[in-house]
């Protein structure tokens, strides 16, 4: 896989622009959805990175075609903003975590049953 790709908000695209990243900032949802359904029809080679508040709003149907796409797996990204309490922020990295690499890990001292 030689290509990332990320979709953010467009505050936040500068950075990962910075960073060598190809980044493409989304005013909103639809537009996010279009984005990504352009690639899959595409078959658009790379991994995914999206921004955590996208993706949670994302309709299901897109979800569903992506989660299936072998050539564009994905993960989601935190959006710059907290994340809540140090719990939730555990919790949201460990998900994070498990999605891309498909385990389930655990912080020390963190009994597993937490989840």
């Not at 309709?59 to 809540?84: F, N």
């Not at 949201?92 to 937490?114: A, Q, V, Y």
């Amino acid at each position: 896989m030689s290509r990332l790709l990320v979709v953010t908000h467009p505050t936040l695209v500068s950075g990962f622009r910075l960073a060598g990243v190809d980044a493409y900032g989304v005013e909103n949802i639809e537009d996010a959805e279009n984005l990504i359904e352009s690639w899959l029809k595409a078959d658009e080679v790379g991994l995914l990175a999206i921004d955590d508040g996208i993706m949670e709003f994302m309709d299901s149907s897109v979800k569903k075609r992506l989660e299936g796409a072998e050539k564009l797996p994905y993960l989601t990204i935190p959006g710059g903003g907290t994340l809540g309490s140090e719990v939730s922020r555990r919790h949201h990295i460990t998900e994070m975590i498990g999605r891309s690499i498909g385990f389930h890990i655990t912080f020390k001292g963190e009994d597993s049953e937490e989840r």
